[in-house]
């Protein structure tokens, strides 16, 4: 990859991670309240249209509270590993499994947010 190329570009996520005590009203609120479209019914996630993104509510059992994570995608995970770890940035795969064979890797950025890295190898 050289220098000029782009490494990153924003995702097409956005995981809003909820507690279970808050998953009904963030469900309601976008549903209900601002009328976006759903796209699906089925937990442990409801997926709704957010503009040119998909927004995702994802019930977590073993949250306290919200935490926002987002997507970014690279056309080379192995590049961008190096490019963020040469800058410091923190690797925080253990947050949550990936499947099997996936192209990507989790870090924290600024403000504790957690970022999916994750190999661009179509439009999604």
């Not at 924003?10 to 976008?30: C, M, Q, S, W």
């Not at 927004?55 to 961008?80: F, N």
């Not at 795969?93 to 947010?113: Q, T």
Request: proline share 4%; net charge negative; glycine share 8%.
């Amino acid at each position: 990859m050289t220098d000029n190329q782009k490494l990153f570009e924003g995702g097409r996520n956005i995981a809003l991670k909820l507690p279970t005590h808050e998953f009904d009203d963030g469900v309601r609120f976008y549903r209900d309240v601002l009328r976006l479209k759903q796209l699906n019914d089925h937990l442990p996630s409801i997926v709704f249209e957010y503009g040119a993104n998909l927004l995702w509510l994802d019930r977590v059992d073993t949250m306290s509270q919200a935490e926002l994570w987002l997507e970014l995608r690279t056309p080379d995970t192995a590049a961008a590993a190096e490019h963020l770890d040469r800058h410091g940035v923190a690797r925080c795969d253990a947050v949550e499994a990936l499947p099997e064979g996936f192209d990507g890797f989790w870090i924290s950025g600024p403000g504790n947010i957690i970022h999916l890295v994750h190999g661009k190898k179509e439009d999604l």
